[in-house]
């Protein structure tokens, strides 16, 4: 079975401080790692996604994120927010178990961004 | 940039009815769609992906008879939810790909409030 675990359900930061949202994810089976992040009132965007390869991805709007594999975990950061980056972020973990795929989302973290 | 629109908005229908949410893609042709829903509490869960022309691959756990997906065109998708209950009350999300990205959807409509009384 899979599980996404967001650790943290909000996460205040003030503007141009660097920030981490977590991210935990168990599979018996390999998975791609995705960030998604859905502004109020807006749909969801794909910020990154890790497929294989450089364990450290890049994404859009200078966000990154490292997997590690021994730790299971997919860590987004930014080394310095804007206001505009107040949001709500979604992990996911895509994986292919008995039966099909199986994608899980994580429960969201709400980044707000303090001037 | 790519743009889809997702209609309706808002929708409330009575128990038992079936209900049609559309998902276009204006700009781009998409040979990739996926289905999502939002519950309450903000977690997504993805529900099927399809591709124009062939059957839709549901994720598992979800009603391939209850949740029904066409993806006629290269432009639309629907989503049909049939026989409709108060549990199937829910935000659905759309989004559209099309190459290098087709397996995991770039573009997501403004999603579809359903409200099932």
């Known amino acids: 079975a899979q599980s996404v675990t967001q650790l943290d359900s909000q996460v205040p930061v003030f503007e141009e401080a660097p920030v981490e949202l977590r991210c935990n994810y168990s599979?018996?089976?390999?998975?791609?790692l995705f960030w998604y992040v859905q502004y109020p009132n807006q749909g969801l965007q794909l910020l990154l996604k890790?497929?294989?390869?450089?364990?450290l991805v890049k994404g859009i709007n200078g966000f990154e994120a490292e997997f590690n594999k021994s730790q299971t975990s997919f860590h987004l950061r930014k080394p310095s927010v804007h206001i505009s980056d107040t949001a709500e972020y979604f992990c996911?973990?895509?994986?292919?178990?008995?039966?099909?795929?199986?994608?899980?989302f994580g429960a969201g973290t709400r980044l707000f961004v303090k001037a | 940039g790519a743009v889809v629109s997702q209609h309706p908005s808002r929708v409330i229908c009575k128990s038992g009815t079936s209900v049609k949410i559309e998902c276009r893609s204006l700009?781009?042709?998409?040979?990739?769609m996926f289905w999502y829903r939002q519950f309450p509490k903000q977690s997504l869960m993805l529900m099927a992906t399809?591709?124009?022309?062939?059957?839709?691959?549901?994720e598992q756990g979800v009603e391939k008879d209850k949740f029904l997906i066409n993806h006629a065109s290269l432009t639309l998708s629907t989503l049909t939810v049939t026989s409709a209950h108060p549990e199937d009350s829910s935000f659905y999300i759309c989004?559209?790909?099309?190459?290098?990205?087709?397996?995991?959807?770039?573009?997501f409509g403004s999603g579809t409030r359903l409200t099932v009384v």
């Open positions: 989004s559209a790909s099309t190459g290098e990205s087709a397996n995991y959807g770039y573009t």
């Open positions: 599979s018996s089976v390999s998975v791609y």
């Open positions: 890790y497929l294989s390869g450089s364990t």
């Open positions: 996911a973990v895509r994986g292919v178990n008995t039966g099909g795929f199986k994608t899980i």
């Open positions: 700009d781009f042709q998409a040979t990739t």
């Open positions: 399809s591709n124009e022309g062939s059957k839709a691959t549901y």
